[in-house]
């Protein structure tokens, strides 16, 4: 019987790191997920959150607080979070574009375009609000994503078609929700740019069931492929020279991620910049492998969002950030010193 | 035995490749020559199942389907001419890719083994643990022909294999080639556009020019002053060396 090593890159010499940082990131992901919970306008010591969370007896009041308030919204950080590094590694991947990500297809514009067109149009629809703007931006962003693909596969698969589809598609809807603000009334104004500024206060356990449920639906899908991304990284003959059915892979990826994303921006509005540096970081940690990477894409974007969420409380407290700004404001720095400090051609 | 008849090629409109008939044989280095534009990247393609073409192509007795191709059939090795990539694999990571097919979530110690033979096969044993993109483009090649190779395929399909490389990479690819073509039985076709290359490694010879097939037959046949000027264009001379070989070179005016 053949002796099995999980043999990740070089023959397992960096073995070690790798599962090291996968399990370090998952650590601080636990850490990150207690902290936030404590968090808010009343600070709970972290002993009470662990025993409230494991069964055990705490006051009410708290048990209300961690079960019904806070949790959602933190585990809703960690479930986009990772979406959104998820779809971002994938997009980058397929695409051979270091800046894919779910802006660069429109399908955050997509989705901005079908929450505003509810906003605006309110009462006339039959169902209310805080159904109708998640539904209306799932399906936006399915929308969006339908026209991308759709371009692609009419221009033979390439990676540049899809991304030139998808620029032109984020003008047009950009352009699109521009109107709609000017349109809109000052109260349906003020709406959709909250919305649009994405935030994590929308969370709730039926939303957080849906987001899992699609999380654990795409995943193992995207994992499957996981060596043909990793020949798919080398060149698109490269792969194809490998055996991979190029363009039916960059299809297939990319209406799993749209699936992954439409159910992400759905209920917390349009927080980009996740899915952009995620996948970088987890690239800078983990190297190139997809077997690594997207597991540790999902974890980065977990544990980016959930910080975020983390620090938006402490930077003020009492105070609702939407989330989007905190990922933004704290991330770009970040991000540029990783640039900054890689190696040539690294990114 | 790799049959080719009548094989018509067309990219959008334009038809690329015309009429082409030849037979490839087990165990022999077939070099496909020909100016740049002949259509010889065009062939290997269609020969590897990568585009779709009308005519009848038969490997090893059976046809083959091609009407739709963009996958590549199982039975080939195929090595792309261009060598560029800005991935951070390591070069042992990277050849393990030529199993592909056979790749589960964990990879065997067999199958770690065979690489790590196949790297040495090639002298790349030193390379095992850089990066691709910090590899030069002659290095990158060796290391994408030993993917290839670890396919362990039957119809290998080379594109250029040492256009990038220096002459002592040359003489070890083109050994390489021809000991596995010999050893395990490969029908290998190569495009090569060193002539004495072909004279002193390949056993046939496809000509092309303008996506016709000008001439095929043995080596030393077709690789004459006489069939190749009309050909390339150039007055081309031939001598012969003190230990009887052939070389070719162009007249340089």
Partial sequence: MSTLSLALPAAGRRLAPAVTGLLLMTGLLLLSLLLDVASG????????????????????????????????????????????????????????????????LGVSAGAGFGAALVIVLGSTLPLPETVAVPLAAFLFAGIACSAVLGIGYAKGGQADSYVLGGIALLFLFQALLSLLQYLASPEALQAIVFWLFGSLYKASWPKLALVAAVLALCLPLLLRDAWRFTALGLSDERALSLGVNVPVLRWRALAIVSLLTGAAVAFVGTIGF??????????????????LLLPGAALCGALLLSLSSLLGKWLSPGELIPIGIVTATVGVPFFLLLVMRSKPGAW | MLHAQHLHVSLGRQTVLQDISFEARPGEVTALLGPNGSGKTTLLKTLAGLLPARGQLQWQGRPRNLQHGGQLHPSCGYLPQDCSTRSRLTVE????????????????????????????????????????????GGQRQMVFLAQVLLREPSLLLLDEPISALDLQHQVQVMCTVREQTRERGLTSVVVLHDLNAALAYADCVLLLRQGRLVATGNTVDILTPATLAPVFGVT??????????????????
């Fill in chain 1, 41 to 104: 306008p009343s600070m709970l010591p972290l002993r009470e959150v662990v025993a409230a969370l494991t069964g055990s007896t705490v006051e009410r009041g708290t048990a209300v607080i961690v079960w019904d308030i806070r949790l959602p919204v933190a585990l809703m950080a960690l479930l986009v979070g990772a979406a959104l590094g998820l779809s971002g590694l994938v997009m980058q991947t397929v695409l051979h574009n270091p800046l894919a990500s779910s802006y660069t």
């Fill in chain 1, 274 to 291: 996740v899915g952009l540096i995620a996948p970088h970081i987890a690239r800078f940690l983990l190297g190139e492998d997809q077997r």
């Fill in chain 2, 93 to 136: 990571d990277a050849v393990l890719l030529g199993r592909l097919g056979t790749l589960g979530w964990r990879v065997s110690t067999e199958q770690r083994e065979a690489v790590r033979q196949q790297l040495a096969t090639l002298g790349l044993a030193a390379l095992a643990g850089r990066r691709l993109c910090e590899l030069s």
């Fill in chain 2, 236 to 253: 081309i001379h031939q001598a012969h060396t003190a230990t009887g070989h052939s070389v070719l070179c162009p007249h340089t005016g």
